[in-house]
Every structure is written in C-alpha cells, then in structure tokens.
C-alpha cells in the first residue's frame, strides 16, 4: 500500500543550528501534506503545511520544501532552541481522503 | 480558551472491563477523530465522524466503539474485546472532512 516514512528516526543538532527532517511519500497523487510536533506525553502541534501546486511555504522560523518529483518533503528548522526537541512527523493525504501520518523523527538539540 | 479537552490524562482498565475515554471541543469543528499511537509507530486511525449521529470505521476499529451524539463531544470505548489496548490514544477535530487536524494532549491507557 501506500506508505508515508521517514528516512531518520533520531536527528541530532547542536543548538542555533539548523535542523533539516526529511519525508518520503509513495502516493504520487497526494496533494496535502502537514507537518507536526510532539513533544513527550502531550499530543502533536500543527508547525506548517503546503499543497501540492506549491514548493516551499515559510513560517515562524519553519521552511516546508515539496519536491514532487521524488516526492520528498522536508522541514527546515532555522536556529534550532532547546524548545525545538521533539518528534517530527509528517503526514499526507489525496483529495477526501483521511491524512496518513509517518513515523516519525526524534529531533535532539545538543547544548 | 477554544481546544480540545480528553480526560483522564491516565487510565487503567482491568481484564475484561470497558473503559471510556472522553474528548470534547469547542472549535465548533464539524469532524472529529480517534487515533491510536504506539511507541514507534505512526498515528493509527480508530473511528471519526463528520457529523453529529453519523461515524465511520477507520484502519483499526475492532475492539472499540463511538458515538456522536453532540457535536462538542466524541467519546471512545475501549473493550474487553481489545486485547492489546495499551497505547496512548489522541483524539482530534478538523473544520471539514480531513482537513488539518488539531489534536488534544491525548490519553495513555494501561493495562492492569
């Protein structure tokens, strides 16, 4: 079936780095993708999200990049603060259909 | 403040017991959903409903049960059917029909 993954389950960064967490998607006809947060015991955060007729969209420090082609998604976390550890997770879904979450990646901020 | 509140934090259910977890929202939001997450594992959908009196199954269904009688609230059965219940359950709600999500600070449920 069709899958959402990630290609890192523990990312590691030193703190005022920049964090990059990647995403691969199978379903080429997904056109809704969404990015979370969790932090331990509490439940996921809306960061960002894009739809498919666009590349990058920007936030708060947060840069989500679509590549189509090799249907890859990635978030991009700027000057990366204790607050920043988490899991990641990304998720996407086709038209009507319910979103299908990925994994996840743990990000760790090194002091 | 508006959100979703799922109560009780924890909870524990002994063999062969049925337990409920709660979710209420006052989003105002039409859809509402329950997930199941396991260490490792990705979000994993239980049941939503789009409407009040109307819910559907999601991937994982056996072993609980919903219902939707208001549209603030959208409580969760676990059971005795369930033989692995122990997870840490989610409960969300969208605007529309999967749409964003926005989830409450979840339920971890263990077995005695």
């Known amino acids: 079936g069709e899958n959402v993954g990630l290609h890192l389950p523990t990312l590691s960064v030193q703190e005022g780095d920049n964090s990059i967490i990647n995403c691969a998607y199978s379903n080429s006809a997904s056109d809704y993708f969404i990015w979370y947060k969790q932090e331990s015991g509490k439940g996921p955060q809306f960061i960002i999200d894009i739809r498919s007729n666009m590349d990058k969209r920007q936030g708060q420090r947060v840069t989500v990049l679509l590549n189509k082609t090799v249907k890859h998604l990635s978030l991009q976390i700027a000057a990366t603060q204790p607050g920043d550890s988490a899991v990641y997770f990304c998720?996407?879904?086709?038209?009507?259909?319910?979103?299908?979450f990925g994994k996840g990646t743990h990000l760790i901020i090194q002091p | 403040d508006g959100g979703i509140t799922q109560s009780p934090k924890y909870l524990f259910r002994k063999e062969g017991q049925n337990v409920t977890l709660s979710c209420e929202q006052n989003l105002n939001h039409d859809a509402m959903y329950w997930y199941r997450q396991d260490p490792g594992q990705g979000l994993r959908l239980i049941y939503y409903?789009?409407?009040?009196?109307?819910?559907q199954k999601g991937d994982i269904a056996e072993g609980y049960s919903v219902s939707r009688e208001k549209k603030e609230s959208f409580p969760l059965t676990v059971t005795s059917a369930q033989k692995n219940p122990t997870a840490f359950y989610l409960c969300?709600?969208?605007?529309?029909?999967?749409?964003?999500?926005?989830f409450g600070s979840g339920t971890q449920l263990s077995v005695l």
């Open positions: 409903s789009q409407i009040v009196n109307d819910f």
């Open positions: 969300a709600s969208s605007t529309g029909a999967n749409e964003k999500l926005f």
């Open positions: 998720a996407e879904k086709e038209g009507a259909d319910g979103l299908t």
